[in-house]
T-cell receptor, first 114, second 119 residues
Framework: DQQVKQNSPSLSVQEGRISILNCDYTNSMFDYFLWYKKYPAEGPTFLIS?????DKNEDGRFTVFLNKSAKHLSLHIVPSQPGDSAVYFCAASAIRTNAGKSTFGDGTTLTVKP | NAGVMQNPRHLVRRRGQEARLRCSPM?????VYWYRQLPEEGLKFMVYLQKENIIDESGMPKERFSAEFPKEGPSILRIQQVVRGDSAAYFC?????????????????FGPGTRLTVT
């Protein structure tokens, strides 16, 4: 039973346009969500997070939206740059019951074309 | 380098041998997590440790796998009698005691990983 799902294995976007990466979760106990970026042969790097008490968090070109009723979150990158090409992982935690442990999706490979 | 250190970066073992993977967390971090990434798959949680304690090992296979985080020294993930299916990238991550919510920091900082190949 996969509790965090990223249904799009890959996404291709033109430089300067918006990239939208999606993530769905099934466990209603999840209350903290994170996005990580991963380049080949490197470990994931934390990008941005959001608590379930919010529905939006913004950091520069990156914005994460959370829709609790739909159990859905998305990461928007505007404008997209070639250096953003990487694998993006969505992760979820249930901080009230299982502090620290994160459940990851399978990732979406983003390619930004110059 | 104040980041999470993992060694070795690449490890080749024959079936039946033991593999030991080491992880040194970021300075000041006392929480360590191990993840496994099989080819074409995402990161799968294995174990969560604090100094000298295993907090959550729900993702660890019941046999052949063990982990420790001693009072001194790095965290060790040990795989006994390796099989071909153990071939994967193993990532270690660490987090600090305090985050933006005043609780355990949920942002994890990852090492570069150890790529284990079992021949």
């Amino acid at each position: 039973d996969q509790q965090v799902k990223q249904n799009s294995p890959s996404l291709s976007v033109q430089e300067g346009r918006i990239s939208i990466l999606n993530c769905d979760y099934t466990n209603s106990m999840f209350d903290y969500f994170l996005w990580y970026k991963k380049y080949p042969a490197e470990g994931p790097t934390f990008l941005i997070s959001i608590s379930s008490i919010k529905d939006k968090n913004e950091d520069g070109r990156f914005t994460v939206f959370l829709n609790k009723s739909a159990k859905h979150l998305s990461l928007h990158i505007v404008p997209s740059q070639p250096g953003d090409s990487a694998v993006y992982f969505c992760a979820a935690s249930a901080i009230r019951t299982n502090a620290g442990k994160s459940t990851f999706g399978d990732g979406t490979t983003l390619t930004v074309k110059p | 380098n104040a980041g999470v250190m993992q060694n070795p970066r690449h490890l080749v073992r024959r079936r039946g041998q033991e593999a030991r993977l080491r992880c040194s967390p970021m300075k000041g971090h006392s929480h360590v997590y191990w993840y496994r990434q099989l080819p074409e798959e995402g990161l799968k949680f294995m174990v969560y440790l604090q100094k000298e304690n295993i907090i959550d090992e729900s993702g660890m296979p019941k046999e052949r796998f063990s982990a420790e985080f001693p009072k001194e020294g790095p965290s060790i993930l040990r795989i006994q009698q390796v099989v071909r299916g153990d071939s994967a990238a193993y990532f270690c991550a660490s987090s600090s005691d305090r985050g933006t919510l005043g609780l355990v920091s949920y942002e994890q900082y990852f090492g570069p990983g150890t790529r284990l190949t079992v021949t």
